[in-house]
């Protein structure tokens, strides 16, 4: 669970008024001070109990392979990837500098190629993150896969079916 506190000061634009923004003599650019905290909670991998997948636990698995799932699930791990602290308060950060970029007086287009650039690096590392954990959950369930009986196989690949087909519809 995610905690998100968020603490908006807004200074100058209250004072300035609407007609303030009407008038073509206006010397002063509206200003916005915006800080936000995040906060959020580690992740943690789930549980090493082998009955938290819907499909093995239908599979009436032995004492012996039940182990072996869990050794499998402390090989591969299976903690899907989140933005870290660090990754959610710079893209905090950079959600206001947009915001400045909008109410300043002249548009800066460095600033905004840099906020840009800044933006899209943090989701190429999450894409990768993403890419990783997909390759590792890919071999955990081959690994599985393959300590199950030639019977245990069959039921699983088509309980497997059956749950692609609930989905989609």
């Known amino acids: 669970?995610?905690?998100?506190?968020?603490?908006?000061?807004?200074?100058?634009?209250?004072?300035?008024?609407?007609c303030a923004f009407a008038a073509p003599i206006v010397t002063e650019t509206p200003v916005a001070m915006v800080t936000e905290t995040v906060e959020t909670q580690t992740y943690t991998p789930v549980s090493a109990d082998v009955f938290d997948?819907?499909?093995?636990?239908?599979?009436h698995l032995s004492n012996?392979?039940?182990?072996?799932?869990?050794?499998i699930d402390q090989q591969y791990g299976?903690?899907?990837?989140?933005?870290?602290?660090?990754?959610r308060?710079?893209?905090?950060?950079?959600?206001h500098d947009r915001d400045?970029?909008?109410?300043?007086?002249?548009?800066?287009?460095?600033?905004?190629?840099?906020v840009i650039t800044q933006e899209q690096k943090i989701w190429a590392q999450q894409q990768q993150a993403i890419a990783d954990f997909q390759f590792l959950?890919?071999?955990?369930?081959?690994?599985?896969?393959?300590?199950?009986?030639?019977?245990?196989?069959?039921?699983?690949?088509?309980?497997r079916q059956q749950q692609k087909d609930v989905r989609r519809k």
């Open 100 to 114: 400045n970029l909008v109410l300043d007086r002249n548009f800066d287009d460095r600033k905004a190629r840099e």
């Open 64 to 71: 012996q392979q039940k182990a072996d799932v869990n050794r």
């Open 1 to 18: 669970m995610k905690i998100l506190a968020r603490v908006l000061a807004v200074s100058v634009l209250s004072s300035i008024g609407i």
């Open 78 to 87: 299976s903690r899907r990837p989140l933005l870290n602290n660090q990754q």
């Open 89 to 95: 308060q710079i893209l905090a950060n950079l959600r």
């Open 53 to 59: 997948h819907p499909i093995l636990v239908q599979l």
């Open 137 to 159: 959950k890919l071999k955990r369930e081959h690994a599985i896969y393959q300590i199950l009986t030639p019977y245990q196989q069959q039921q699983y690949l088509r309980l």
